[in-house]
């Protein structure tokens, strides 16, 4: 098993920042790619941004292309999503994922795992 822990959410401004952070503990060998989803109030829950075993290949939703940037810290066992120029519709549950293959984690086949989710509330 592997668990997610995440943290970094909060209010912030339109145009604001936040950063969140993601730990993976347990089985790590088990896991290669790490990535955020997302789910608003009344919506679906969303891809958000992934990034591959070693940071080479990264995907973001068009929604968050140019404002996100994932990255990772395998040290740590830590990924990151450093979210700029925020606005009120990014405003919802974050949840950390983790998936043996990329690709799958992508498309969103699964994860294998999640996290607990963290909130992120936008608004003036």
């Known amino acids: 098993q592997v668990q997610l822990v995440e943290s970094g959410g909060g209010l912030a401004q339109p145009g604001g920042s936040l950063r969140l952070s993601c730990t993976a503990s347990?089985?790590?060998?088990?896991?290669?790619?790490m990535g955020w989803y997302r789910q608003a109030p009344g919506k679906q829950r969303e891809g958000v941004s992934c990034i591959s075993s070693r940071g080479a290949s990264t995907y973001y939703a068009d929604s968050v292309k140019g404002r996100f940037t994932i990255s990772r810290d395998n040290a740590e066992n830590t990924v990151y999503l450093q979210m700029n120029s925020l606005k009120p519709e990014d405003t919802a549950v974050y949840y950390c994922?983790?998936?043996?293959?990329?690709?799958?984690?992508?498309?969103?086949?699964?994860?294998?795992?999640w996290g607990q989710g963290t909130q992120v509330t936008v608004s003036s």
């Open positions: 994922a983790a998936d043996r293959d990329y690709r799958a984690l992508v498309a969103g086949r699964g994860p294998d795992y």
């Open positions: 347990g089985r790590i060998a088990s896991v290669n790619a």
